[in-house]
């Protein structure tokens, strides 16, 4: 054992160059500090533009009217929607002219109900995408004009709808409604 006091060793402390204690004040700017510097990072990071990913698209459909195609319309004719609705579908009441599809309405008994009514629904089914329509509604009170998209039951799926819906009473506003 060494006993030359000038020589003895003692066991490294917190208090050796490189690993000097930082006082309380100076421990907390520090802590601080890093966690500055941390968002900061974390805020450049955040600038970089993320590009969302590509979707697959599928080809357009495009209707100009000039025909009616069975193959890729469905007539409605002789049922309705239920009993919320007061007219029953007529495909008499559906016109083409000049690239433009007419859908009528008219007060005419129908089975049991008051008015006969014009829809076509595509046979096609569409998800994810941009939709539009081109429509012209005459006025009048209690009539819908309505382009939308369901499906339902006959899907072997729950109900789902939007509708982009003109009221009649006031065409110069459309209704954007989904249930």
Not at 4 to 29: E, M, V
Not at 104 to 118: I, N
Not at 161 to 166: K, L, P, S
């Amino acid at each position: 054992m060494n006993t030359d006091p000038k020589s003895t060793s003692a066991p490294a402390t917190r208090g050796t160059p490189f690993t000097r204690p930082i006082p309380g004040k100076l421990r907390r700017l520090h802590s601080d500090g890093a966690l500055l510097l941390i968002v900061l990072v974390s805020l450049v990071a955040g600038l970089v533009p993320v590009r969302a990913q590509d979707l697959p698209t599928a080809p357009s459909f495009v209707d100009d009217f000039t025909s009616l195609s069975r193959a890729r319309w469905f007539i409605s004719d002789g049922w309705t929607n239920g009993k919320h609705q007061n007219c029953t579908w007529s495909k008499s009441l559906i016109g083409l002219s000049d690239g433009m599809l007419t859908l009528g309405f008219e007060k005419r008994k129908l089975k049991d109900r008051e008015f006969a009514c014009a829809e076509i629904q595509t046979k096609q089914r569409f998800g994810y995408g941009t939709y539009e329509a081109r429509m012209k509604t005459d006025t009048g009170s209690g009539v819908n004009a309505a382009f939308f998209s369901f499906v339902g039951d006959a899907d072997k799926q729950p109900h789902d709808e939007i509708d982009f819906e003109v009221l009649t009473k006031d065409t110069s506003k459309v209704q954007v409604n989904a249930y």
